[in-house]
């Protein structure tokens, strides 16, 4: 077990990367209009000041952007990643050297340094915890929320769990509730709230908070119109490529790829492969998004079928067991996996590494090779996990901006404001504030409504111009 070390300033993989990772955060600042613009009018109030925020979001240099501009803001930060492959050390190395967060991450590291490194950034030097979580996929919420769950209930950390990640989980608190038997009780009472980035970090806190288990209030950044339907969509389309590519250097016209699920990942993603001549198939279970897949002129398939006929197979889901082994088993040879999603639940890479036939060979860092049962091989990208994070550098600056000028919104409203333990999503004006600005950096002009004009639509002349319940 890999002790706490409440001293350590920080940890990464190289701190002689730093002043590359500064010269790539300086050349993103041109990229990232709307973070520059939120240091500009929030810098000087400095509105997260005296409060402590905890981040667990991959150590990207758009990442390095957001904890440079939440410290401008006045924050006291710790960060890890939550991914144990999206780590890009150089931007770890520059946020370590210049001190502006207590940063506990790298690039591969094993699923036990990962919690690790989350506890170490859940926890400072005085054994205090954070005031705000800044949360991708829900880790630091879940250590948290368990750590509360295992203290009022101490019999629960002698259980044995399948699940070899939830049971590192608990080996951890174990250790940690040794030490200190009302740590996270105490950690979570203090939370004022999590600001949250993802679909499926989203999902599990609408599932505690209908079971009346959410101990502190939530931001839903995901579903801001500026994060979703860029970032999951606009970001994917072009990050999902990258990762692919970069991996395999495979050529993707003419092959078939199968997109599972179409959602905002999904249809980027589909975008992003037909534009580069893919033939491509789609699996939904919602008939409305099968709907509008048909409608763009895709084909509609199922797993069971698509098996046997795909070049190139991506989930996209946020669900679980969507490509199984049995799937894999009918592939052909060097057939190419990859999953956009979260976690690592969509693949079945259980059945890969519990099965006796099955056998790996690694080709480089987060690409293998597993030859099967059926005789023949696919290539399995990042074990699983999000590709175009594990394999690439995830989504480009400009469209993180959008996403991270949320992220800013939220947590100055988390210091802001006293919540009630429930999720919010970001009122409307503030998501066309996030617009305006990255609009004005493409050099776009609006139109500006006249007072007959706003006054015959019934909308104020400078917005909100959609009602809140506007799909885009
Ligand atoms: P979404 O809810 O808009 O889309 C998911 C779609 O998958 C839905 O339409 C759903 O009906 C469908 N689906 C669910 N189970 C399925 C199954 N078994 N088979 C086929 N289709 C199924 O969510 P989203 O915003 O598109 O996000 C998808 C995932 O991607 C989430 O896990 C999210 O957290 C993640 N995400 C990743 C990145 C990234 O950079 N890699 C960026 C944004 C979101
Ligand atoms: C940091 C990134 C990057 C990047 O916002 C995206 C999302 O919803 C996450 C799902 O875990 C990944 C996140 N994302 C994509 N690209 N976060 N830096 N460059």
């Avoid at 105490?186 to 600001?195: F, L, M, P, Y």
């Avoid at 199968?258 to 789609?282: H, P, T």
């Avoid at 290539?379 to 995830?394: F, K, M, S, Y």
Wanted: aromatic residues 6%.
């Amino acid at each position: 077990m890999l002790s706490l070390d409440k001293t350590l300033k920080y940890k990464v993989a190289d701190i002689s990367l730093a002043d590359w990772g500064r010269k790539e955060m300086q050349l993103s600042e041109n990229e990232m209009p709307g973070l520059m613009s939120i240091r500009k009018k929030y810098g000087p109030k400095k509105p997260l000041k005296g409060l402590k925020v905890m981040g667990s979001l991959h150590m990207t240099i758009q990442t390095a952007m957001l904890i440079e501009t939440l410290k401008e803001l006045g924050a006291d930060i710790r960060w890890s990643s939550c991914n144990i492959y999206s780590t890009q050390d150089h931007a770890a190395a520059a946020i370590a050297k210049a001190g502006s967060a207590a940063v506990f991450a790298w690039k591969a590291e094993t699923l036990e340094e990962y919690w690790w490194c989350t506890e170490q950034a859940l926890t400072w030097p005085d054994g205090s915890g954070p005031d705000m979580l800044v949360d991708d996929g829900g880790d630091a919420t879940l250590m948290v929320h368990q750590g509360v769950t295992m203290e009022k209930d101490k019999s629960l950390l002698e259980k044995k769990y399948d699940n070899k990640e939830f049971q590192l989980i608990i080996d951890r608190l174990k250790e940690s509730i040794k030490t200190d038997p009302q740590k996270w009780t105490k950690i979570a009472s203090k939370i004022r709230g999590v600001s949250e980035e993802t679909t499926t970090g989203v999902h599990r806190l609408y599932q505690l908070m209908e079971k009346g288990e959410l101990l502190f209030p939530a931001i839903n950044v995901n579903d801001s119109v500026t994060k979703s339907k860029f970032d999951n969509l606009y970001g994917c389309r072009e990050s999902l490529a990258d990762g692919i590519k970069r991996a395999t250097d495979i050529m993707i016209a003419g092959k078939i790829v199968v997109i599972c699920g179409y959602g905002d990942v999904g249809k980027g993603c589909a975008q992003s492969m037909r534009g580069f001549g893919a033939r491509v198939l789609i699996t939904e279970v919602d008939p409305i998004c099968t709907l509008q897949a048909l409608m763009a002129g895709y084909e509609i398939t199922t797993m069971d079928k698509a098996a046997s006929i795909g070049d190139i197979f991506v989930t996209a889901t946020g669900c679980c067991k969507v490509i199984t082994g049995e799937h894999m088993e009918k592939m052909k040879n060097e057939a190419i996996i990859c999953n956009i999603g979260h976690f690592d639940d969509e693949i079945e890479m259980s059945y890969l590494e519990n099965s006796k036939d099955c056998k790996k060979e690694p080709i480089k860092p987060q690409v293998d090779k597993w030859t099967l049962k059926s005789g023949r091989s696919i290539i399995v990208l990042a074990e699983g996990r999000l590709v175009n994070l594990g394999c690439a550098t995830g989504h480009s600056s400009f469209v993180m901006s959008t996403s991270f000028t949320n992220q800013c919104l939220a947590q100055i409203k988390l210091a802001q404001e006293n919540l009630d333990k429930k999720v919010y999503t970001l009122p409307k004006d503030l998501d066309e504030e996030v617009a305006r600005l990255h609009v004005e950096k493409l050099g776009a002009v609006l139109t500006k409504l006249t007072k007959e004009q706003a006054d015959y639509l019934g909308i104020p002349a400078n917005g909100p111009f959609k009602p809140d319940m506007y799909r885009y």
